[in-house]
């Protein structure tokens, strides 16, 4: 009975931090690559599906979707760790 205690109690302590670290990775992890991709396309389409900007969308991506989890870790009190 003592072994299925302390295996229950290490399983909860586990549960109960593993959480917190997911957490903590994804507020200061840079925005990937589908993520970018997605917003490139949006602004090739909001500028009329011209070709000729593809750096320039892809680049205004990156600095968009940056910029609002700047804002999101701002506003939830989260540090950036670089």
């Known amino acids: 009975m003592k072994l299925k205690d302390k295996t229950t109690e290490t399983l909860e302590l586990h549960a109960n931090t593993v959480p917190s670290h997911t957490n903590d990775m994804a507020a200061n992890r840079a925005p990937n690559?589908?993520?970018?991709?997605?917003r490139a396309?949006?602004?090739?389409?909001?500028?009329g599906g011209l070709p000729g900007e593809e750096l320039e969308d892809w680049l205004q991506a990156e600095r968009e979707i940056e910029s609002a989890e700047h804002f999101i870790r701002s506003t939830t009190g989260e540090k950036h760790r670089p």
């Not at 690559?33 to 997605?38: L, V």
């Not at 396309?41 to 500028?47: A, D, K, M, V």
């Open 41 to 47: 396309y949006e602004i090739y389409l909001e500028r």
């Open 33 to 38: 690559h589908d993520e970018i991709r997605r």
